[in-house]
T-cell receptor, first 116, second 114 residues
Framework: DAGVIQSPRHEVTEMGQEVTLRCKPI?????LFWYRQTMMRGLELLIY????????DSGMPEDRFSAKMPNASFSTLKIQPSEPRDSAVYFC??????????????FGSGTQLSVL | AQSVAQPEDQVNVAEGNPLTVKCTYS??????LFWYVQYPNRGLQFLLK??????LVKGSYGFEAEFNKSQTSFHLKKPSALVSDSALYFC????????????FGAGTTVTVRA
């Protein structure tokens, strides 16, 4: 299994531009999570999906952030317009709904976003 | 709200010495506790979890953690540290079964010197 795949690995953009981050979860996993990691705030959960349906988006910082999961094998996190304070590492993680297994998250390698 | 605290930003140990990374939790019910490790430029990797049962939990790479309800702690331990254990370690908690959201601590950077 290739694991959770995120793209791009690095993204550098200018303030005001739209940014789209992509994630392919592990096949068969029915939970997908988007996290953001910064030095100041650590790891923050932005949103998570179950069976492609958004369950909790209370961590999404502003309306500039949106996430979709059109099918079981693909999710996007979009920032429009981007701002310098959005600079962070964004992680996607997935897990499998089975007793004793769903709390074990599998993380992608992350997207390092720099907004200039 | 449930939370975890990692009181040490950094832990430095010599190779071969015991390693302990501290974590305390604050939850209103029965906690589900986890440890994850992050190597440079990588995503987090699951190490171990405590759900119920034996207070001593064994995990990957020779790590173990002890759940202590009276002290509300879940410290990560390894009897003999390796240089390759140098990484960022995160404690996390969820309030099972009502919440699938892992809440992570701030992380502890472990450096093991040869």
């Amino acid at each position: 299994d290739a694991g959770v795949i995120q793209s791009p690995r690095h993204e550098v953009t200018e303030m005001g531009q739209e940014v789209t981050l992509r994630c392919k979860p592990i096949s068969g996993h029915d939970y997908l999570f988007w996290y953001r990691q910064t030095m100041m705030r650590g790891l923050e959960l932005l949103i998570y999906f179950n069976n492609n349906v958004p369950i909790d988006d209370s961590g999404m910082p502003e309306d500039r952030f949106s996430a979709k999961m059109p099918n079981a094998s693909f999710s996007t996190l979009k920032i429009q317009p981007s701002e310098p304070r959005d600079s962070a590492v964004y992680f996607c993680a997935s897990s499998f709904l089975a007793l004793g297994a769903r709390e074990k998250l599998f993380f992608g390698s992350g997207t390092q976003l720099s907004v200039l | 709200a449930q939370s975890v605290a990692q009181p040490e930003d950094q832990v430095n140990v010599a190779e071969g010495n015991p390693l302990t990374v501290k974590c305390t939790y604050s939850v209103s019910g029965n906690p589900y506790l986890f440890w994850y490790v992050q190597y440079p430029n990588r995503g987090l990797q699951f190490l171990l979890k405590y759900i119920t049962g034996d207070n001593l939990v064994k995990g990957s790479y020779g790590f173990e953690a002890e759940f202590n309800k009276s002290q509300t702690s879940f410290h990560l331990k390894k009897p003999s540290a390796l240089v390759s254990d140098s990484a960022l370690y995160f404690c996390a908690v969820i309030l099972y079964p009502n919440d699938y959201k892992l809440s992570f601590g701030a992380g502890t950077t472990v450096t093991v010197r040869a």
